[in-house]
């Protein structure tokens, strides 16, 4: 039963993936790690707050870029969670919660037990996890459409897995050609 409501729930992601050309199909981390049972395919999370400006500005400028939403759509389960919020989650087999989260506040508030799991430590991150919903690394702060296309694609071929060395690093960087039109 359980492969059918997943195997249902596939069917109609990928369906409302055709129908939203140009926007992120985000999902919570419970519906991407199921998703991951039956498809196999990493997750990328934004990690945001509801107080944040650079936070925003990815929102606005990067993930409603049409480039990039495509790319993330067809190579990744997209997760959109707010850091300091409410919401109880469940992530392998354990439950994570914000006891100090208080509803009447406005700006900051107490950080998520999810996001301290993860080791947030700033705003925006974007976290990339791997088909078994493992953490690969977290990406801190706002990137533009050009700038967080070298981490989407570095991650969604698994290059990240032969560069393992700063200098490694800076050769992938020095010969990356970006694609992504800045809109």
Not at 47 to 60: A, E, N, V
Not at 90 to 113: E, L
Not at 131 to 139: R, S
Request: glycine share 6%; hydrophobic share 35%; charged share 25%.
């Amino acid at each position: 039963m359980k492969k059918l409501v997943v195997f249902t729930f596939l069917v109609l992601f990928t369906l409302t993936g055709y129908a939203q050309e140009g926007k992120i199909n985000w999902i919570t981390i419970e519906e991407a790690v199921a998703a991951q049972e039956t498809a196999p395919r990493k997750i990328m999370m934004d990690m945001y707050t509801t107080w944040c400006g650079p936070c925003k500005m990815l929102d606005k400028n990067t993930f409603q870029n049409k480039d990039v939403a495509d790319y993330v759509n067809k190579n990744y389960y997209a997760v959109k969670f707010n850091a300091e919020g409410g919401e109880t989650i469940t992530y392998k087999d354990k439950s994570y919660g914000n006891p100090g989260f208080d509803a009447s506040k406005k700006g900051r508030n107490s950080q998520h037990q999810f996001a301290q799991f993860l080791r947030v430590q700033a705003y925006p991150t974007i976290i990339f996890l791997d088909e078994k919903a493992d953490l690969i690394t977290p990406v801190k702060g706002y990137h533009s459409p050009n700038q967080i296309e070298i981490y989407l694609k570095l991650f969604a071929t698994d290059k990240y897995k032969e560069v393992t060395t700063k200098e490694q690093w800076e050769i992938y960087q020095k010969g990356f050609k970006s694609e992504f039109k800045a809109e």
